[in-house]
Every structure is written in structure tokens, then in C-alpha cells.
């Protein structure tokens, strides 16, 4: 009997093992895809049946990908919106957190609730009052533009809040009793007891600011001040597409997000872990 429960144990582990392995492949196949499809040539692209390994690896499409298209300045323009980004919503959710979590002013509870509900709002919604606000500034096809309406963001206050109450007040009591300000606190002993948090913060923001196609193609029409995301949908015209550049450069362009996660990877896990465990 006992080695029967172990039998169906043994087979019920195989079969969640199994169906885990299948969900991850079908999770990596279109990336697969996408990497198989670079190193094509245009027309092996078209080839029927569908080529799954290219016959002559053209690793030279990742080169003409890159000056096909101004993507150093593309590069660039992404790079200084994404620390904008960041830096902004590192700023602006870390402060906005702190006193929701804190400063027991009245009526936050409700402000704080009101706030979140923001976040059922469709984002789509916005784009037009945002760029009526934009345009009127004169901010069009400029760095202010780009990063602007996303340098805070009501789920990093969120997140960050809930990592907030994970922290003992003892420490911070403390601090008062010896004469620190309110504002030293957050500086010195909430902040930076927060780092996975706000790690977890910094990967999101990036990774959303990086990929970001829709609201760059809106409020730019210079190539000067094109991302990256607009730079490969270039490589698509009202009557072709050049498959075989357009996934090279999309390759090349998702680099950066994987090279940011697997440096902030330890501080990500954690931070995801511990903001949810006091609400």
C-alpha cells in the first residue's frame, strides 16, 4: 500500500514537472523564434514549410541591423529617458510611499485608496490629455516629453508603501527620541533599508520605460529623438517588412532589460517576497 502512494506520488510529481517543462518552452518559443529568425536571410524568411533553424547563420544582420537605422542615437534617446524614469520614480513613489505608510495625516487612509483606484483606469485613457499637456508646454520632441508623464507611478507608491510597514517603527522611534527630522529618517534609516524594494521598483520602471513604443511614437516626429522601439518598427513599411533586421535589432534591444534583471535579480526576488507581507 505504502509503495503504491509513493507510485502515484512519484507520477503525480512527474506529470506537474512535465506540464512546467511544456509551459516554459511555449514561454521561450517566440524569443526562440525571434533569435532563429535574425540569423535568416529575406527570402529563407518566407520559405515554406516554416524553417525553424536557418540553413546559412547570417550573424551580419545584427551589424546592418544596427546601421540600417541610426540605432546609436536611438540607443542613447532610450538611455537618458529610462534614468529619468527611474531616477524620477525612485524619487517622487519612495516619498509619496513613506508618508502614506507613516504620516498619519487625516484622511489618508481614504487619499491612499482613492489614489490606487487609479490604477483600474486604462492607460490609453490618458494619452490624449497627456499630450494636450505636453503640447502646450512647447515639450514636443523633447527628453521632457518622453519621461514626463511616467517619472511616478501608483504602483511603485504601492509597492514601495507596503515594503514601508515591513520596516519596525522601533527604529524609527528611536531616531526621533534622539532629535532626527522627519525628513532624516526617511533618508537615513527607511530608505535605505528599502534597496529590494526599491531594486524591484528600479527593474519595472526600466524594463516599461525601454519598451515603451506607443507614447514615443506620439510625441516625437524627429529621428533624432526616436527609442529604440520606434527604431525597429521602422524596419516596417506599408509594404513589406524586413523580418530578418527587425529581429536582429529587436535581439540587440532586448539585451539591456536581461543584462539589468540578472544584475538586480537578488534584490528583485526579495523585494517582490516582502512588500506584500503587511498591508
Partial sequence: MLNTRKLWKK???TVIYGLLILLA???LLPFIWMLSTSLMNELEVYS???KFIPSNWRWENFVEAMTLQPFGRYFLNSAIVSIMVVSGQMIFCSMAAYSFARIKFKGHEKVFAVY????MIPAIVTIIPAFLIINTFGWMNTYWALATPTISNVWGIF???QFFLTIPKDLEDAARIDGASESRIFWTISLPLSQPALATLAIFS???SWKDFLWPLIVTNRADMRT???GIANFSTVYSTDWPHQMAAAVIVLLPI???FILAQRHFVRGITFSGLKG
Fill in 206 to 208: 526600466f524594463m516599461a
Fill in 159 to 161: 509597492l514601495l508603501r
Fill in 116 to 119: 490606487i483606484s487609479t490604477m
Fill in 25 to 27: 518552452i511555449s514561454m
Fill in 258 to 260: 536581461i543584462i539589468v
Fill in 11 to 13: 507520477s503525480g510529481n
Fill in 48 to 50: 515554406f514549410p516554416p
Fill in 228 to 230: 529604440v522601439e520606434v
